[in-house]
């Protein structure tokens, strides 16, 4: 049974995904809350409470700005990987609800 504490709102942005510094690949996100996302990898195979490293492009008024977010895999289907965000410095949260914000 899943516990959430956010709604997730469907959100499409692209995002690469490291794992250990590693590039892994270019993916889009399927939707997100302030506590996590889903990112759509097919059947990527990736353990459970494994650390990745995500970094989402925005586009901000013409200028490309890149912002990088840690999560940990908590799911995993062959549609994707569900993430959830690790970071609770006052930047990580500011952007992670700035996403969220942006996908309302």
């Not at 994707?80 to 500011?94: H, W």
């Amino acid at each position: 049974m899943e516990h959430r504490l956010h709604i997730r709102r469907l959100f499409r942005i692209g995002v690469e995904l490291y794992k250990r510094g590693e590039f892994i690949g270019r993916f889009d996100t399927r939707d997100i809350d302030p506590g996590g996302v889903f990112v759509e990898t097919r059947r990527l195979n990736l353990r459970l409470n494994a650390m990745m490293t995500l970094r989402f492009v925005v586009d901000r008024k013409d200028n490309l700005e890149s912002r990088i977010l840690k999560a940990m895999v908590v799911h995993q289907s062959h549609e994707g990987v569900g993430l959830m965000f690790c970071n609770a410095d006052r930047g990580s949260l500011n952007m992670r609800h700035a996403l969220f914000s942006a996908a309302a």
